[in-house]
């Protein structure tokens, strides 16, 4: 019988650390005399009660490591159940909404997804943008490390090749998972000032500098404004691009160029591949958009290559909306999405390094048909992919792209329109965040879809983010016998 002891108390020790960290939105909303503190500190107190409670029931004086079946238990655990008490700031006080919407919210910034309910941001107290940034920016560090750490070991959507020898990463980088943790958290914060210094150096200010700031690294999404990037100087959004692209890399690289090797970043064929895609849709775009638009070429280039990359990480940041710019552009924008950023960044959807081995794999089976008598094995890097590789990573796209359509039709049968139904499951379950179709266009928020296609969503993301198999894999009865 699985002992479920060592699940409850780490996960005690994260609800004490949730709890711990609303207190800063809290004493900040205190400082500008904001009632809304009261509301937060609350939701603190509960949080850091039930955290405690739930580690002092469940300490043993021998501590012992999580087994395989506990570590898919804890993940799941963390991520489904995080939300709920992470969305109390938002049930307590403003915006004061249903547990459905604030659960909604909540795991959309733990994922970094970045679909949002609430709507007149422009006017919400600071501690809840505040929260908002914070939680994403939690999450995306610990998305980063579940990416680095927990799937290879889980063999969950192939990321067992970024164990083997042939990939140079942890093994020649740091030898324990401790230590890549605070090179990833140090490379993390880093970034994060940067691109807030240079939000306040574009003209943003200093509040939403770095509350973007947070959003933008963890390819979050949340904006402190209705407008979103459309609210700031046009400077912004060129540094938003960079900080955007910077944040669809594999964190582990920044970690090898301040160790002084500067050749794995562009020696790894995924880091090419995203910038040359980027490069790719976003022209492809462009050109289409100046074909067909009397518009300023800066303004195309802009506004396409600022949603494209917005897009393409999963950041769900906008300036411009795309449903103008005709059904080609919706194609593309579509593709983008599902492809999303680097193994080991913040981004998520299928990812690069899935869809390369992905379009390897047709290759080597065409090349299979045109040569039937030749062994051809499919390859990454030069390096040959092997079955304990391919199964689980053919498994999870084909899982990711069944669910996509499951959803789809589940929402659109709660009664939404199909293409916002579409865009919905696309968004979700990638955790892009890029809101699109009629449902939309009204609010420019998530908040007109009903509770069932909330909750829909809110599971899709969850779904997403932990690569559909950590959770699914929970319901299947083998997994819980001895």
Not at 2 to 23: E, K, Q, R, S
Not at 83 to 102: N, Y
């Amino acid at each position: 019988m699985t002992d479920f002891g060592p699940v409850f108390y780490i996960f005690g020790h994260i609800l004490l650390a949730l709890g711990a960290a609303m207190l800063l939105p809290a004493g900040y909303d205190y400082l500008l005399a904001d009632p809304n503190w009261m509301a937060m500190l609350q939701s603190s107190v509960e949080t850091l009660l039930f955290g405690a409670l739930l580690s002092i029931a469940s300490r043993t004086d021998t501590p012992q490591p999580l087994s395989l079946r506990q570590a898919y238990m804890l993940t799941a655990a963390i991520w489904l159940l995080a939300p709920a008490f992470a969305a109390l700031p938002f049930v307590h006080g403003a915006p004061d909404v249903s547990l459905t919407d604030a659960y909604f919210e909540a795991a959309s910034g733990l994922t970094t997804t970045g679909y949002t309910v609430f709507q007149y941001l422009d006017e919400m107290p600071r501690s809840v943008l505040l929260w908002r940034a914070m939680l994403q920016w939690a999450g995306g560090l610990g998305i980063a490390f579940v990416a680095m750490i927990f799937l290879p070991v889980m063999r969950i959507g192939g990321m067992r090749f970024f164990q083997t020898e042939g990939f140079d990463t942890f093994g020649k980088v740091l030898p324990r998972a401790t230590d890549i943790a605070l090179a990833l958290l140090q490379v993390y914060s880093v970034l994060t000032i940067a691109c807030a210094l240079a939000y306040v150096a574009c003209g943003m200010q200093t509040f939403d500098a770095i509350a973007n700031a947070m959003t933008t690294m963890s390819t979050g999404g949340f904006a402190t404004s209705d407008q979103s990037f459309a609210h700031y100087p046009i400077a912004t959004h060129y540094a938003s691009i960079i900080f955007m692209l910077l944040a669809g890399l594999p964190l582990i690289r920044f970690v090898q160029i301040v160790q002084g090797q500067l050749s794995p970043i562009w020696r790894d064929s995924q880091v090419r591949a995203f910038l040359r895609w980027s490069l790719y849709y976003t022209l492809l775009a462009v050109l289409w958009r100046y074909a067909h638009e009397d518009l300023p070429f800066e303004q195309i280039f802009r506004e396409t290559a600022f949603n494209f990359v917005s897009i393409l990480t999963g950041t769900g940041f906008g300036v411009a909306s795309v449903e103008a710019w005709g059904a080609f552009v919706l194609v593309l924008v579509f593709l983008v999405g599902m492809s999303g950023g680097c193994t080991g960044s913040t981004s998520g959807s299928l990812s690069v390094f899935r869809v390369q081995v992905v379009l390897e794999a047709i290759k080597t089976a065409i090349r299979q048909l045109h040569s039937p008598n030749r062994v051809v094995l499919p390859r990454y890097d030069g390096k040959p992919l092997d079955e304990a590789t391919m199964g689980p990573l053919i498994l999870h796209v084909t899982g990711y792209i069944l669910t996509q359509g499951i959803v789809a039709v589940l929402i659109s049968m709660t009664g939404v329109d199909f293409s916002s139904a579409l865009f919905a499951s696309w968004g979700a379950i990638g955790n892009i965040g890029f809101g699109i179709g009629p449902t939309v266009a009204a609010t420019g928020t998530m908040a007109d879809y009903n509770d069932l296609a909330t909750w829909l969503m809110s599971l899709s993301m969850l779904l997403g983010r932990l690569g559909l198999l950590a959770i699914l894999v929970l319901v299947l009865p083998r997994f819980w016998r001895d």
